[in-house]
């Protein structure tokens, strides 16, 4: 299940195609329109299994609860809301209060950067891309993240691949 951050994000940095490496991924309307707002080439020439989810099911009273005390969007709202009914599904999103109420939920959750990462894993890019594509981030993406913790997943994937 997919929120529109990484997507955009992904998109942003050229690296959408790693979305393709995923089995399937779950978006519901109402981010598809969010994610053509910004990038309406997104979901154009690619090999990513898309399966666009139509929000036609209802959202149980606690979880609107929770999400609204979050100030989470219609799309976080439809990806949980989805993820309640459908089990076993990771969710993919780059807002924190997002990632906070579905892992309070017990949801496996990542986002930008744990596909960047997830990359060098599958032997989808080498190590020495994905530095250069995190350091891409605060140039060409909208996704914000401190210039501290980049550096630390800079210099961790450094170490970890003997890079230095």
């Not at 959408?16 to 990038?39: G, H, I, N, S, T």
């Not at 080439?41 to 399966?51: M, P």
């Not at 032997?123 to 981030?137: A, N, S």
Request: charged share 25%; aromatic share 8%.
């Amino acid at each position: 299940m997919c929120d529109a951050g990484p997507i955009i994000h992904l998109d942003e940095i050229g690296c959408l195609y790693l979305m393709e490496d995923f089995e399937k991924v779950f978006v519901p309307d109402v981010v598809r329109k969010e994610v053509l707002a910004y990038r309406d080439a997104a979901f154009e020439d690619s090999n990513v299994k898309w399966a666009e989810v139509s929000q036609q099911f209802s959202v149980d009273a606690s979880l609107q609860a929770v999400c609204r005390i979050f100030s989470l969007d219609a799309g976080e709202v439809a990806a949980l809301a989805f993820m309640n009914k459908e089990q076993g599904l990771m969710l993919l999103t780059d807002d924190a209060a997002a990632r906070l109420v579905a892992m309070k939920l017990g949801y496996n959750v990542h986002g930008t950067i744990g596909v960047l990462l997830r990359a060098i894993r599958r032997d989808l890019m080498k190590p020495e891309e994905v530095i250069d594509r995190i350091k891409l981030i605060p140039l060409q993406s909208s996704l914000y993240i401190k210039a501290s913790l980049l550096e630390e997943l800079i210099f961790q994937v450094e170490q970890e691949f003997g890079l230095q």
